[in-house]
């Protein structure tokens, strides 16, 4: 795991800001009651919002219709989860174009989502510790 943490760490180290992709259904919305996951569900919505907070940008990356994205967006909006794009690049990249967004790392109940949540929490923990010891070394100089 350590290698995923140190690969999202250099990355926000390096740009100041990752991009995340969120799934909708099952991940930040209890879709299949059977699955009994909303523990899951509430940290990754937690997580979700620090990251926000300490700089990532949040795509929805979802199967739905477009016809679901308002109700996608309402969820997210009563969530207080900022949403940057659904199904597209939040900025403009020199790749992704293609059909597939970019992302630093994907948060989703059929990829791993537990493991996923370790690496963002981790790595989003040691990054604002860096940027805290870059700070205090600059009011030093």
């Not at 740009?15 to 990754?44: A, M, P």
């Not at 969820?75 to 207080?80: A, T």
């Not at 900025?91 to 791993?112: A, E, F, H, M, Q």
Request: glycine share 4%.
């Amino acid at each position: 795991m350590q290698k995923y943490v140190n690969r999202l760490l250099t990355e926000w180290k390096q740009h100041g800001k990752i991009i995340i992709s969120l799934d909708f259904d099952d991940t930040i919305y209890c879709w299949n009651e059977n699955l009994n996951n909303g523990d899951d569900v509430q940290r990754t919505i937690n997580l979700v919002k620090q990251a926000h907070s300490t700089g990532a940008y949040i795509v929805i990356f979802t199967a739905s219709n477009i016809e679901r994205y308002p109700e996608i967006q309402k969820h997210c909006k009563e969530l207080q989860i900022p949403v940057d794009a659904i199904n597209a690049n939040p900025i403009t990249l020199p790749y992704g174009k293609n059909g597939k967004i970019y992302y630093n790392i994907n948060l989703c109940d059929r990829s791993g989502l537990v493991q996923a949540l370790d690496i963002l929490e981790t790595a989003m923990y040691q990054y604002r510790a860096w940027k805290e010891t870059q700070k205090n070394i600059a009011d030093v100089a």
